[in-house]
């Protein structure tokens, strides 16, 4: 019984990932359409519903392809060694260098 609770839980999750997955281009206008008409209709507990699901891909496609430029700077920093406070080395100075110019 519960091994069957389990594989549904498990299969709902796929159908809806694949069910939602976002279409190259899809505004946050079309997703929310395409939510609310597979949840059942134009109630509130959808909207918030479609609302969360929607609102998140949209923050994942807004962040794809971006670079992680504190990231960057945190490695090289931490292959640089230790830096003495007020004589940073060539090597500091380079990963700082990298980080202005950093888009």
Do not use: W
């Not at 134009?42 to 891909?57: F, L, V, Y």
């Amino acid at each position: 019984m519960r091994l069957l609770l389990l594989l549904n839980i498990v299969f709902s999750i796929i159908l809806l990932d694949t069910y939602f997955q976002k279409a190259e281009g899809e505004t946050l206008k079309q997703c929310m359409e395409k939510c609310v008409s597979y949840e059942g209709g134009n109630s509130d507990a959808n909207k918030d519903i479609c609302k969360s699901r929607c609102g998140s891909e949209m923050l994942k496609q807004s962040h794809d392809g971006k670079r992680d430029c504190i990231g960057e700077f945190k490695s090289c920093s931490r292959n640089c060694g230790k830096e003495k406070i007020g004589q940073p080395t060539p090597c500091h100075k380079q990963c700082k260098a990298t980080l202005r110019t950093c888009n």
